[in-house]
Every structure is written in C-alpha cells, then in structure tokens.
C-alpha cells in the first residue's frame, strides 16, 4: 500500500500538471470507490472547477478545488494517478475508476484493478473534522522527538504504534519496518517501554528513512507506479521488509519474517533489535 513517500511522489509528479486547470467532464467510472458522496453529485462539484493545488496529507492525495472543497484520493493497494496528454489508451482506461478531462487538453485518471482505493468530496468543515483526527506529518520540519513522544505511549506494539494514523501519519508496513531495524529496536515491544535512547534512534530512523525512500520515489513491491507510471526504486535499499530468511546486512544473521504482532507480516533481526538492553 502506498505510504508517505509514494503518495508524495505521486502528488509532486501530479501537481506541475493538474494546478490552475479547469475540469472538464468528471466521470466517475466505478461508483463503489466513493465515499459519502453520489457519483451525480461527485460530477457535479467537479465539473469545470479549477484545481487550486495538489498536496499529500498522510497517504492520500488531496486536490484543493477553488470551491474550497477537497477530492480526497486513497490509492491503497493497486491504486495510480496519472496525467497522460491526449486519449487514453484501452489499458489506460480498462481499470480507470475517474476520470476528468483538463484545461489543456490532457488527461487525469485514477486507475485501480483491485479497487481498494477510495474518492471522497469533502467540504472545508468535512476536511479540518477529517483532519484533525490525523497525527502530526513526520516530514514536518516541526516535527520534533517531542511530537514523536505521542507515538511512544500506550502498551501497543511499538510497531503498530508508528502506523497508527492518529498518533502519526503516513507511517505503513514497510516504513515501520525499516525504521525498527535501523534504530535496532524490537517490532513487538510495548511502545511505553521505549527508553529516550531508544525514543531518539527511533525518531532519527523513521524521519532517514521517509526522506531517502523519497529520494528514491518510493518502493515497488507489485504495483505501486509513480505520477509519471514508472517504478519507485527504494526496494533496492531496503533492509528487512521482503527480506525473510535473507542475511542481516548489519550482522549477517538470517532475518525472520513473523505476522504475529499484528497480523500484518513483520521481518526483523532477532539478533540486532533482540530485547536485551544494550551495555550503556
Ligand atoms: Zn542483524
């Protein structure tokens, strides 16, 4: 599922395009991935408003209209954005959900085989409810250990504490992941137990690993695509997640995949990030 940073690829790829344009002919293909909104009046709203800006708030896109109401898209599992200039190709829209026509003549759509992803219409007063419900963004240049600290409490495992969006946004799976080998810490620890040693190589680890991932437009597993269709490259770079039974590059101990901390599936080296309190 796209985090963070594939989401944000998405929208910076998407922005220079779709910012300033009017909408022309908004067609929502697929009904079923709105929400809270009826394809009528989806239409409606959208049809020739101008798109104001396009930004990422924890893994959704959200286009600002000039109508102050936001379109609200969740890309999930196989969800793509894409601007193309022209038509659309048959494979282009064989899976489009929406699609809306642009000022200059190209073509935004959102495409999902699976449809997992979700549209929604929020209106300003629907958006800062939303909103406010969202932890803070970890990229954000104010976004100090000491609004971390919100992540470290209650006795969930610390891992599924940093993809709780409510403490913190745009953290999934595999950012998790990674961040808890880099700070050598253990996915299935009690996030109160994390110790301010910890708590700092762990809010150190998660801001690295959200820029670099960035750096390299995000990671591919299956079917993740940029703002441009193309691949991200961070799954080259990563350390444990996809990396069962492959040597530790810190220790060359073989990782271990588990989906016993919460269901989702968790690959760590049970020697690097073991419990045992490290010699100060
Ligand atoms: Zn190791």
Redesign the pocket.
């Known amino acids: 599922m796209p985090e963070l940073p594939e989401v944000e690829t998405i929208v910076r790829d998407l922005e220079p395009l779709v910012r300033g344009h009017r909408l022309y002919n908004p067609t929502i293909h697929r009904p079923d991935v709105l929400r809270g909104v009826s394809k009528r009046r989806f239409e409606r709203t959208l049809s020739r408003a101008v798109v104001e800006s396009v930004y990422r708030r924890a893994k959704h896109a959200v286009f600002l209209l000039n109508s102050q109401d936001r379109v609200v898209i969740q890309p999930r599992m196989t969800g793509m954005l894409l601007v193309r200039p022209g038509r659309l190709s048959k494979a282009e829209l064989k899976y489009a959900v929406f699609t809306t026509g642009l000022g200059n003549g190209s073509k935004l759509v959102f495409r999902d085989v699976r449809r997992l992803g979700t549209i929604s219409l929020l209106s300003p007063r629907q958006w800062s409810e939303y909103d406010s419900k969202i932890g803070p963004e970890p990229l954000d240049p104010q976004f100090g250990e000491e609004a971390f600290a919100r992540v470290l409490t209650g006795r969930a495992a610390i891992k599924k504490a940093l993809m709780d969006q409510r403490k913190m946004a745009g953290v999934g799976n595999i950012y998790a992941n990674e961040a808890l080998f880099r700070a050598q810490i253990d996915p299935s620890r009690p996030a109160n137990s994390i110790d301010s040693r910890e708590a700092g190589a762990l809010y150190r680890a998660v801001r690295a690993v959200l820029f670099e991932a960035l750096e390299y437009r995000g990671t591919t597993f299956r079917d993740y695509r940029t703002g441009t269709g193309d691949k991200g490259n961070f799954q080259y770079h990563l350390d444990v997640y996809g990396r069962g039974g492959e040597p530790?590059r810190?220790?060359?101990?073989i990782l271990v995949t588990t989906h016993e901390i919460d269901g989702r599936s968790t690959t760590f080296?049970w020697?690097?990030q073991s419990r045992r309190p490290k010699p100060a």
């Open positions: 530790c810190r220790c060359g101990s080296c020697r690097c």
